[in-house]
């Protein structure tokens, strides 16, 4: 049974920085590209950002670029989102998903129950 476990989400303050991380279980996690996504209340869920299998290839949102570093270990079978400089606007659900193939949209296949990030002003 495949299993991502986020932790790392809290209450942080504008400017402040945060690095959430996803441990996965159940899976050969180094065959696999990683992706964070993010939802805001009322709004459509969207990816922060995704590493390919190697972590060779990354992308970035746009709304995140220059902000946020994805990165993974695979020793560790976790995928890691350091989130600098963050802004109010960053505040959402993070979820973490697996997929057998890098992808930018939501078309994996394996994913997190998600982690609280609160960016107060």
């Known amino acids: 049974q495949v299993q991502l476990v986020e932790s790392g989400g809290g209450l942080v303050q504008a400017g402040g920085s945060l690095r959430l991380s996803c441990t996965a279980s159940?899976?050969?996690?180094?065959?696999?590209?990683m992706a964070w996504f993010r939802q805001a209340p009322g709004q459509e869920r969207e990816q922060a950002a995704g590493?390919?299998?190697?972590?060779?290839?990354?992308y970035y949102g746009t709304s995140v670029k220059d902000r946020f570093i994805i990165s993974r270990d695979d020793s560790k079978n976790t995928v890691y989102l350091q989130m600098d400089s963050l802004k109010p606007e960053d505040t959402a659900v993070y979820f973490c998903?697996?997929?057998?193939?890098?992808?930018?949209?939501?078309?994996?296949?394996?994913w997190g129950q998600g982690t609280q990030v609160t960016v107060s002003a």
């Open positions: 998903a697996a997929g057998k193939y890098f992808e930018i949209g939501p078309n994996y296949e394996y």
């Open positions: 159940g899976l050969t996690f180094s065959n696999y590209a």
């Open positions: 590493i390919s299998w190697s972590g060779g290839t990354t």
